[in-house]
């Protein structure tokens, strides 16, 4: 494995035997990982977005499978 770093990004190179899904997984960590370090949100207000969203879930999920 090769890492380079050029003016404007980093570049990885890898065997081609390297398998695509563990790239991809590592892609997604990475690009989480980007885009996460440029948000102001707090914890406090992840939390009050995880309770939003999970609010009336069981009822929507009810609904659905008609239950």
């Given at each position: 494995m090769i890492i380079e770093r050029t003016?404007?990004?980093v570049v990885f190179r890898l065997s081609g035997k390297t398998k695509i899904?563990?790239?991809q997984d590592i892609a997604d960590l990475l690009e989480y990982?980007?885009?996460?370090s440029k948000s102001k949100a707090s914890q406090k207000d992840v939390d009050a977005l995880i309770s939003l969203?999970?609010?009336g879930r069981w009822k929507r999920t009810k609904a659905k499978l008609t239950l």
């Open positions: 003016k404007n990004e899904d563990d790239l990982k980007e885009i996460s969203v999970k609010k």
